[in-house]
């Protein structure tokens, strides 16, 4: 079959064309292996409209997360008008399948490399294109068994890949579109791109839905094959990378291993790390070692000054580890790139006032090395976290037999009931949050809200029993301004 894989416009990002959708360059390998022929369109590169993507493929396949939510559905539309075949995977179609299949009549959930070949099969046997109506979704928001039924023929979902080493790598024949760039330690840009080398994370933050989309149990490509990706990577000319594993340093005698061939390639890389790993196997010593393999940046889920807000959230760090290896990093020279979140459950004045006096001590007015950064972002809800799931619950009963309300992303025994946390979007699921209102507040569309995008354009759309939407976007605002007037760089 002719296969086109498409990644939609990400217009929640400033410069969309800086990393690639790696988990639809996996499945390019693994269409190609089977058999296929396979196109591949990124929307953003040249800012496609739906109705300019070439014809002549027997099927699209389209991967987005919900940022992309209109995106996604204006591509769904597209194709379903023109009466061609259209598959959707990726993070949104996991957290949302039901109201996907009003716009794909097949939709993959999870990891994709198996069911993906399983939805062409039925392509490939002509199996009639099923949509849900508006009066379908209703149905099977009531239970009704004919309209769950119609939803689940359309909803296709493997087990989890136990082998990850069974997969080929990605195709990356693509990857010159892109443009990562990381600076080394003499503020030289070095070329580079993204990939994982696991999948899966143990720890149990409530806002998080890795665990919903990977599960809570870490697999770990194989040595050998991570090598054969660097190779591959190396070939290419690029000597950069940014890993995506949601805790690469997790496991020291892997990262040691890794670490070797990392410095064999000469690459330079950057990752994402938790401070209580960091903590507990060697602090600074192990943040040295893996400087002297190359590390030069990284990205630090710091979430809050506060500790209630940290325990609140089931993060299982403290402020202190977050100043600590802040303090290791600017030491040993590497970059950290500090993340907080505005808006989490439990929030207060007085909490907000402790970010604030954080960041004040440990950055605006520490004397530091490194110029480190900050990201400040506005909490939202997404479904397949313990907080939507928990704060959607405790509004409607009915809902816990939705796809979204599956038992993926709780930790045995955790009781996610009494987060204090509300949000002002239509209860009808934050699917319509994503799809169908084209404002939030009469002004920005809701993809354009993200803490990433346009300058100005982040919007808070939670409240808790202290504090309201609007003080939470002024605090917001005016912490970000006093960071950003101190030459912190997000």
Sequence with gaps: MRVCLIFPK???????????????????SVLKKAGHEVGFIDMSEHNLETSEIP?????YLVSGTSPQGREIRKLG???????????????????????????????VRREG??????????????????????????????????????????????????DLGAIPIPNRSYAGHYHYYLPDENGIKRRGTSMFTSRGCPKRCDFCDSPNLWSRVVRNTPVARVAEEFAQIKELGMDAIQFYDDILPINPRRVAEICGHLKRYGFIWRCFCRVD???????????????????????????????????????????????????????????????????????????????????????????????HKVDLCSYIPMAGTPIYKAVMRRQDDSLDGGEEFDSYGYHPGENASDFDLRWNVDAALMDNFFYEP???????????????????????????????????????????AEVRAAGISY
């Design 10 to 28: 990400s217009t929640f990002l400033e410069d969309p064309m800086v990393f690639p959708p790696l988990g639809l360059w996996w499945l390019w």
């Design 438 to 480: 084209e404002s939030l507040d009469g002004h920005l569309a809701p993809d354009e809200i993200f803490y990433k995008g346009r300058a100005g354009a982040v919007r808070q759309i939670v409240s808790t029993s202290s504090i309201t939407r609007e003080e939470l976007q002024k605090a917001r605002d005016e912490i970000e």
């Design 277 to 371: 790993i960091i903590t507990k196997h060697g602090g600074k010593d192990y943040l040295k070692f893996m400087y002297d393999h190359g590390l030069r940046e990284v990205l630090i889920g710091a979430e809050s000054g506060s500790q209630t807000i940290l325990n609140n959230i089931h993060k299982e760090t403290t402020v202190e580890q977050n100043a600590n290896v802040l303090q290791w990093c600017d030491e040993v020279g590497i970059r950290c790139k500090l993340s907080f979140i505005i808006g989490l459950p439990g929030e207060t004045r007085e909490t907000l006032e402790e970010t604030r006096k954080f960041l004040r001590t440990h950055l605006i007015q520490a004397p530091r090395r490194m110029r």
């Design 77 to 107: 539309v597209e194709f379903r008008n023109r009466g061609v075949p259209a598959i959707l995977g990726g993070p949104h179609a996991t957290n949302y399948p039901r109201d996907c299949r009003k716009y794909f009549p097949l939709v």
């Design 55 to 59: 014809r002549g493929f027997d099927t």
């Design 113 to 162: 490399e198996s069911a993906v070949l399983k939805a062409l099969e039925r392509v490939q046997r002509g199996a009639a294109l099923e949509y849900l109506s508006d009066e379908d979704l209703v149905r099977v928001r009531m239970g009704e068994k004919p309209a769950l039924e119609k939803c689940h023929r359309g909803v296709i979902e493997d087990a989890f890949i136990g």
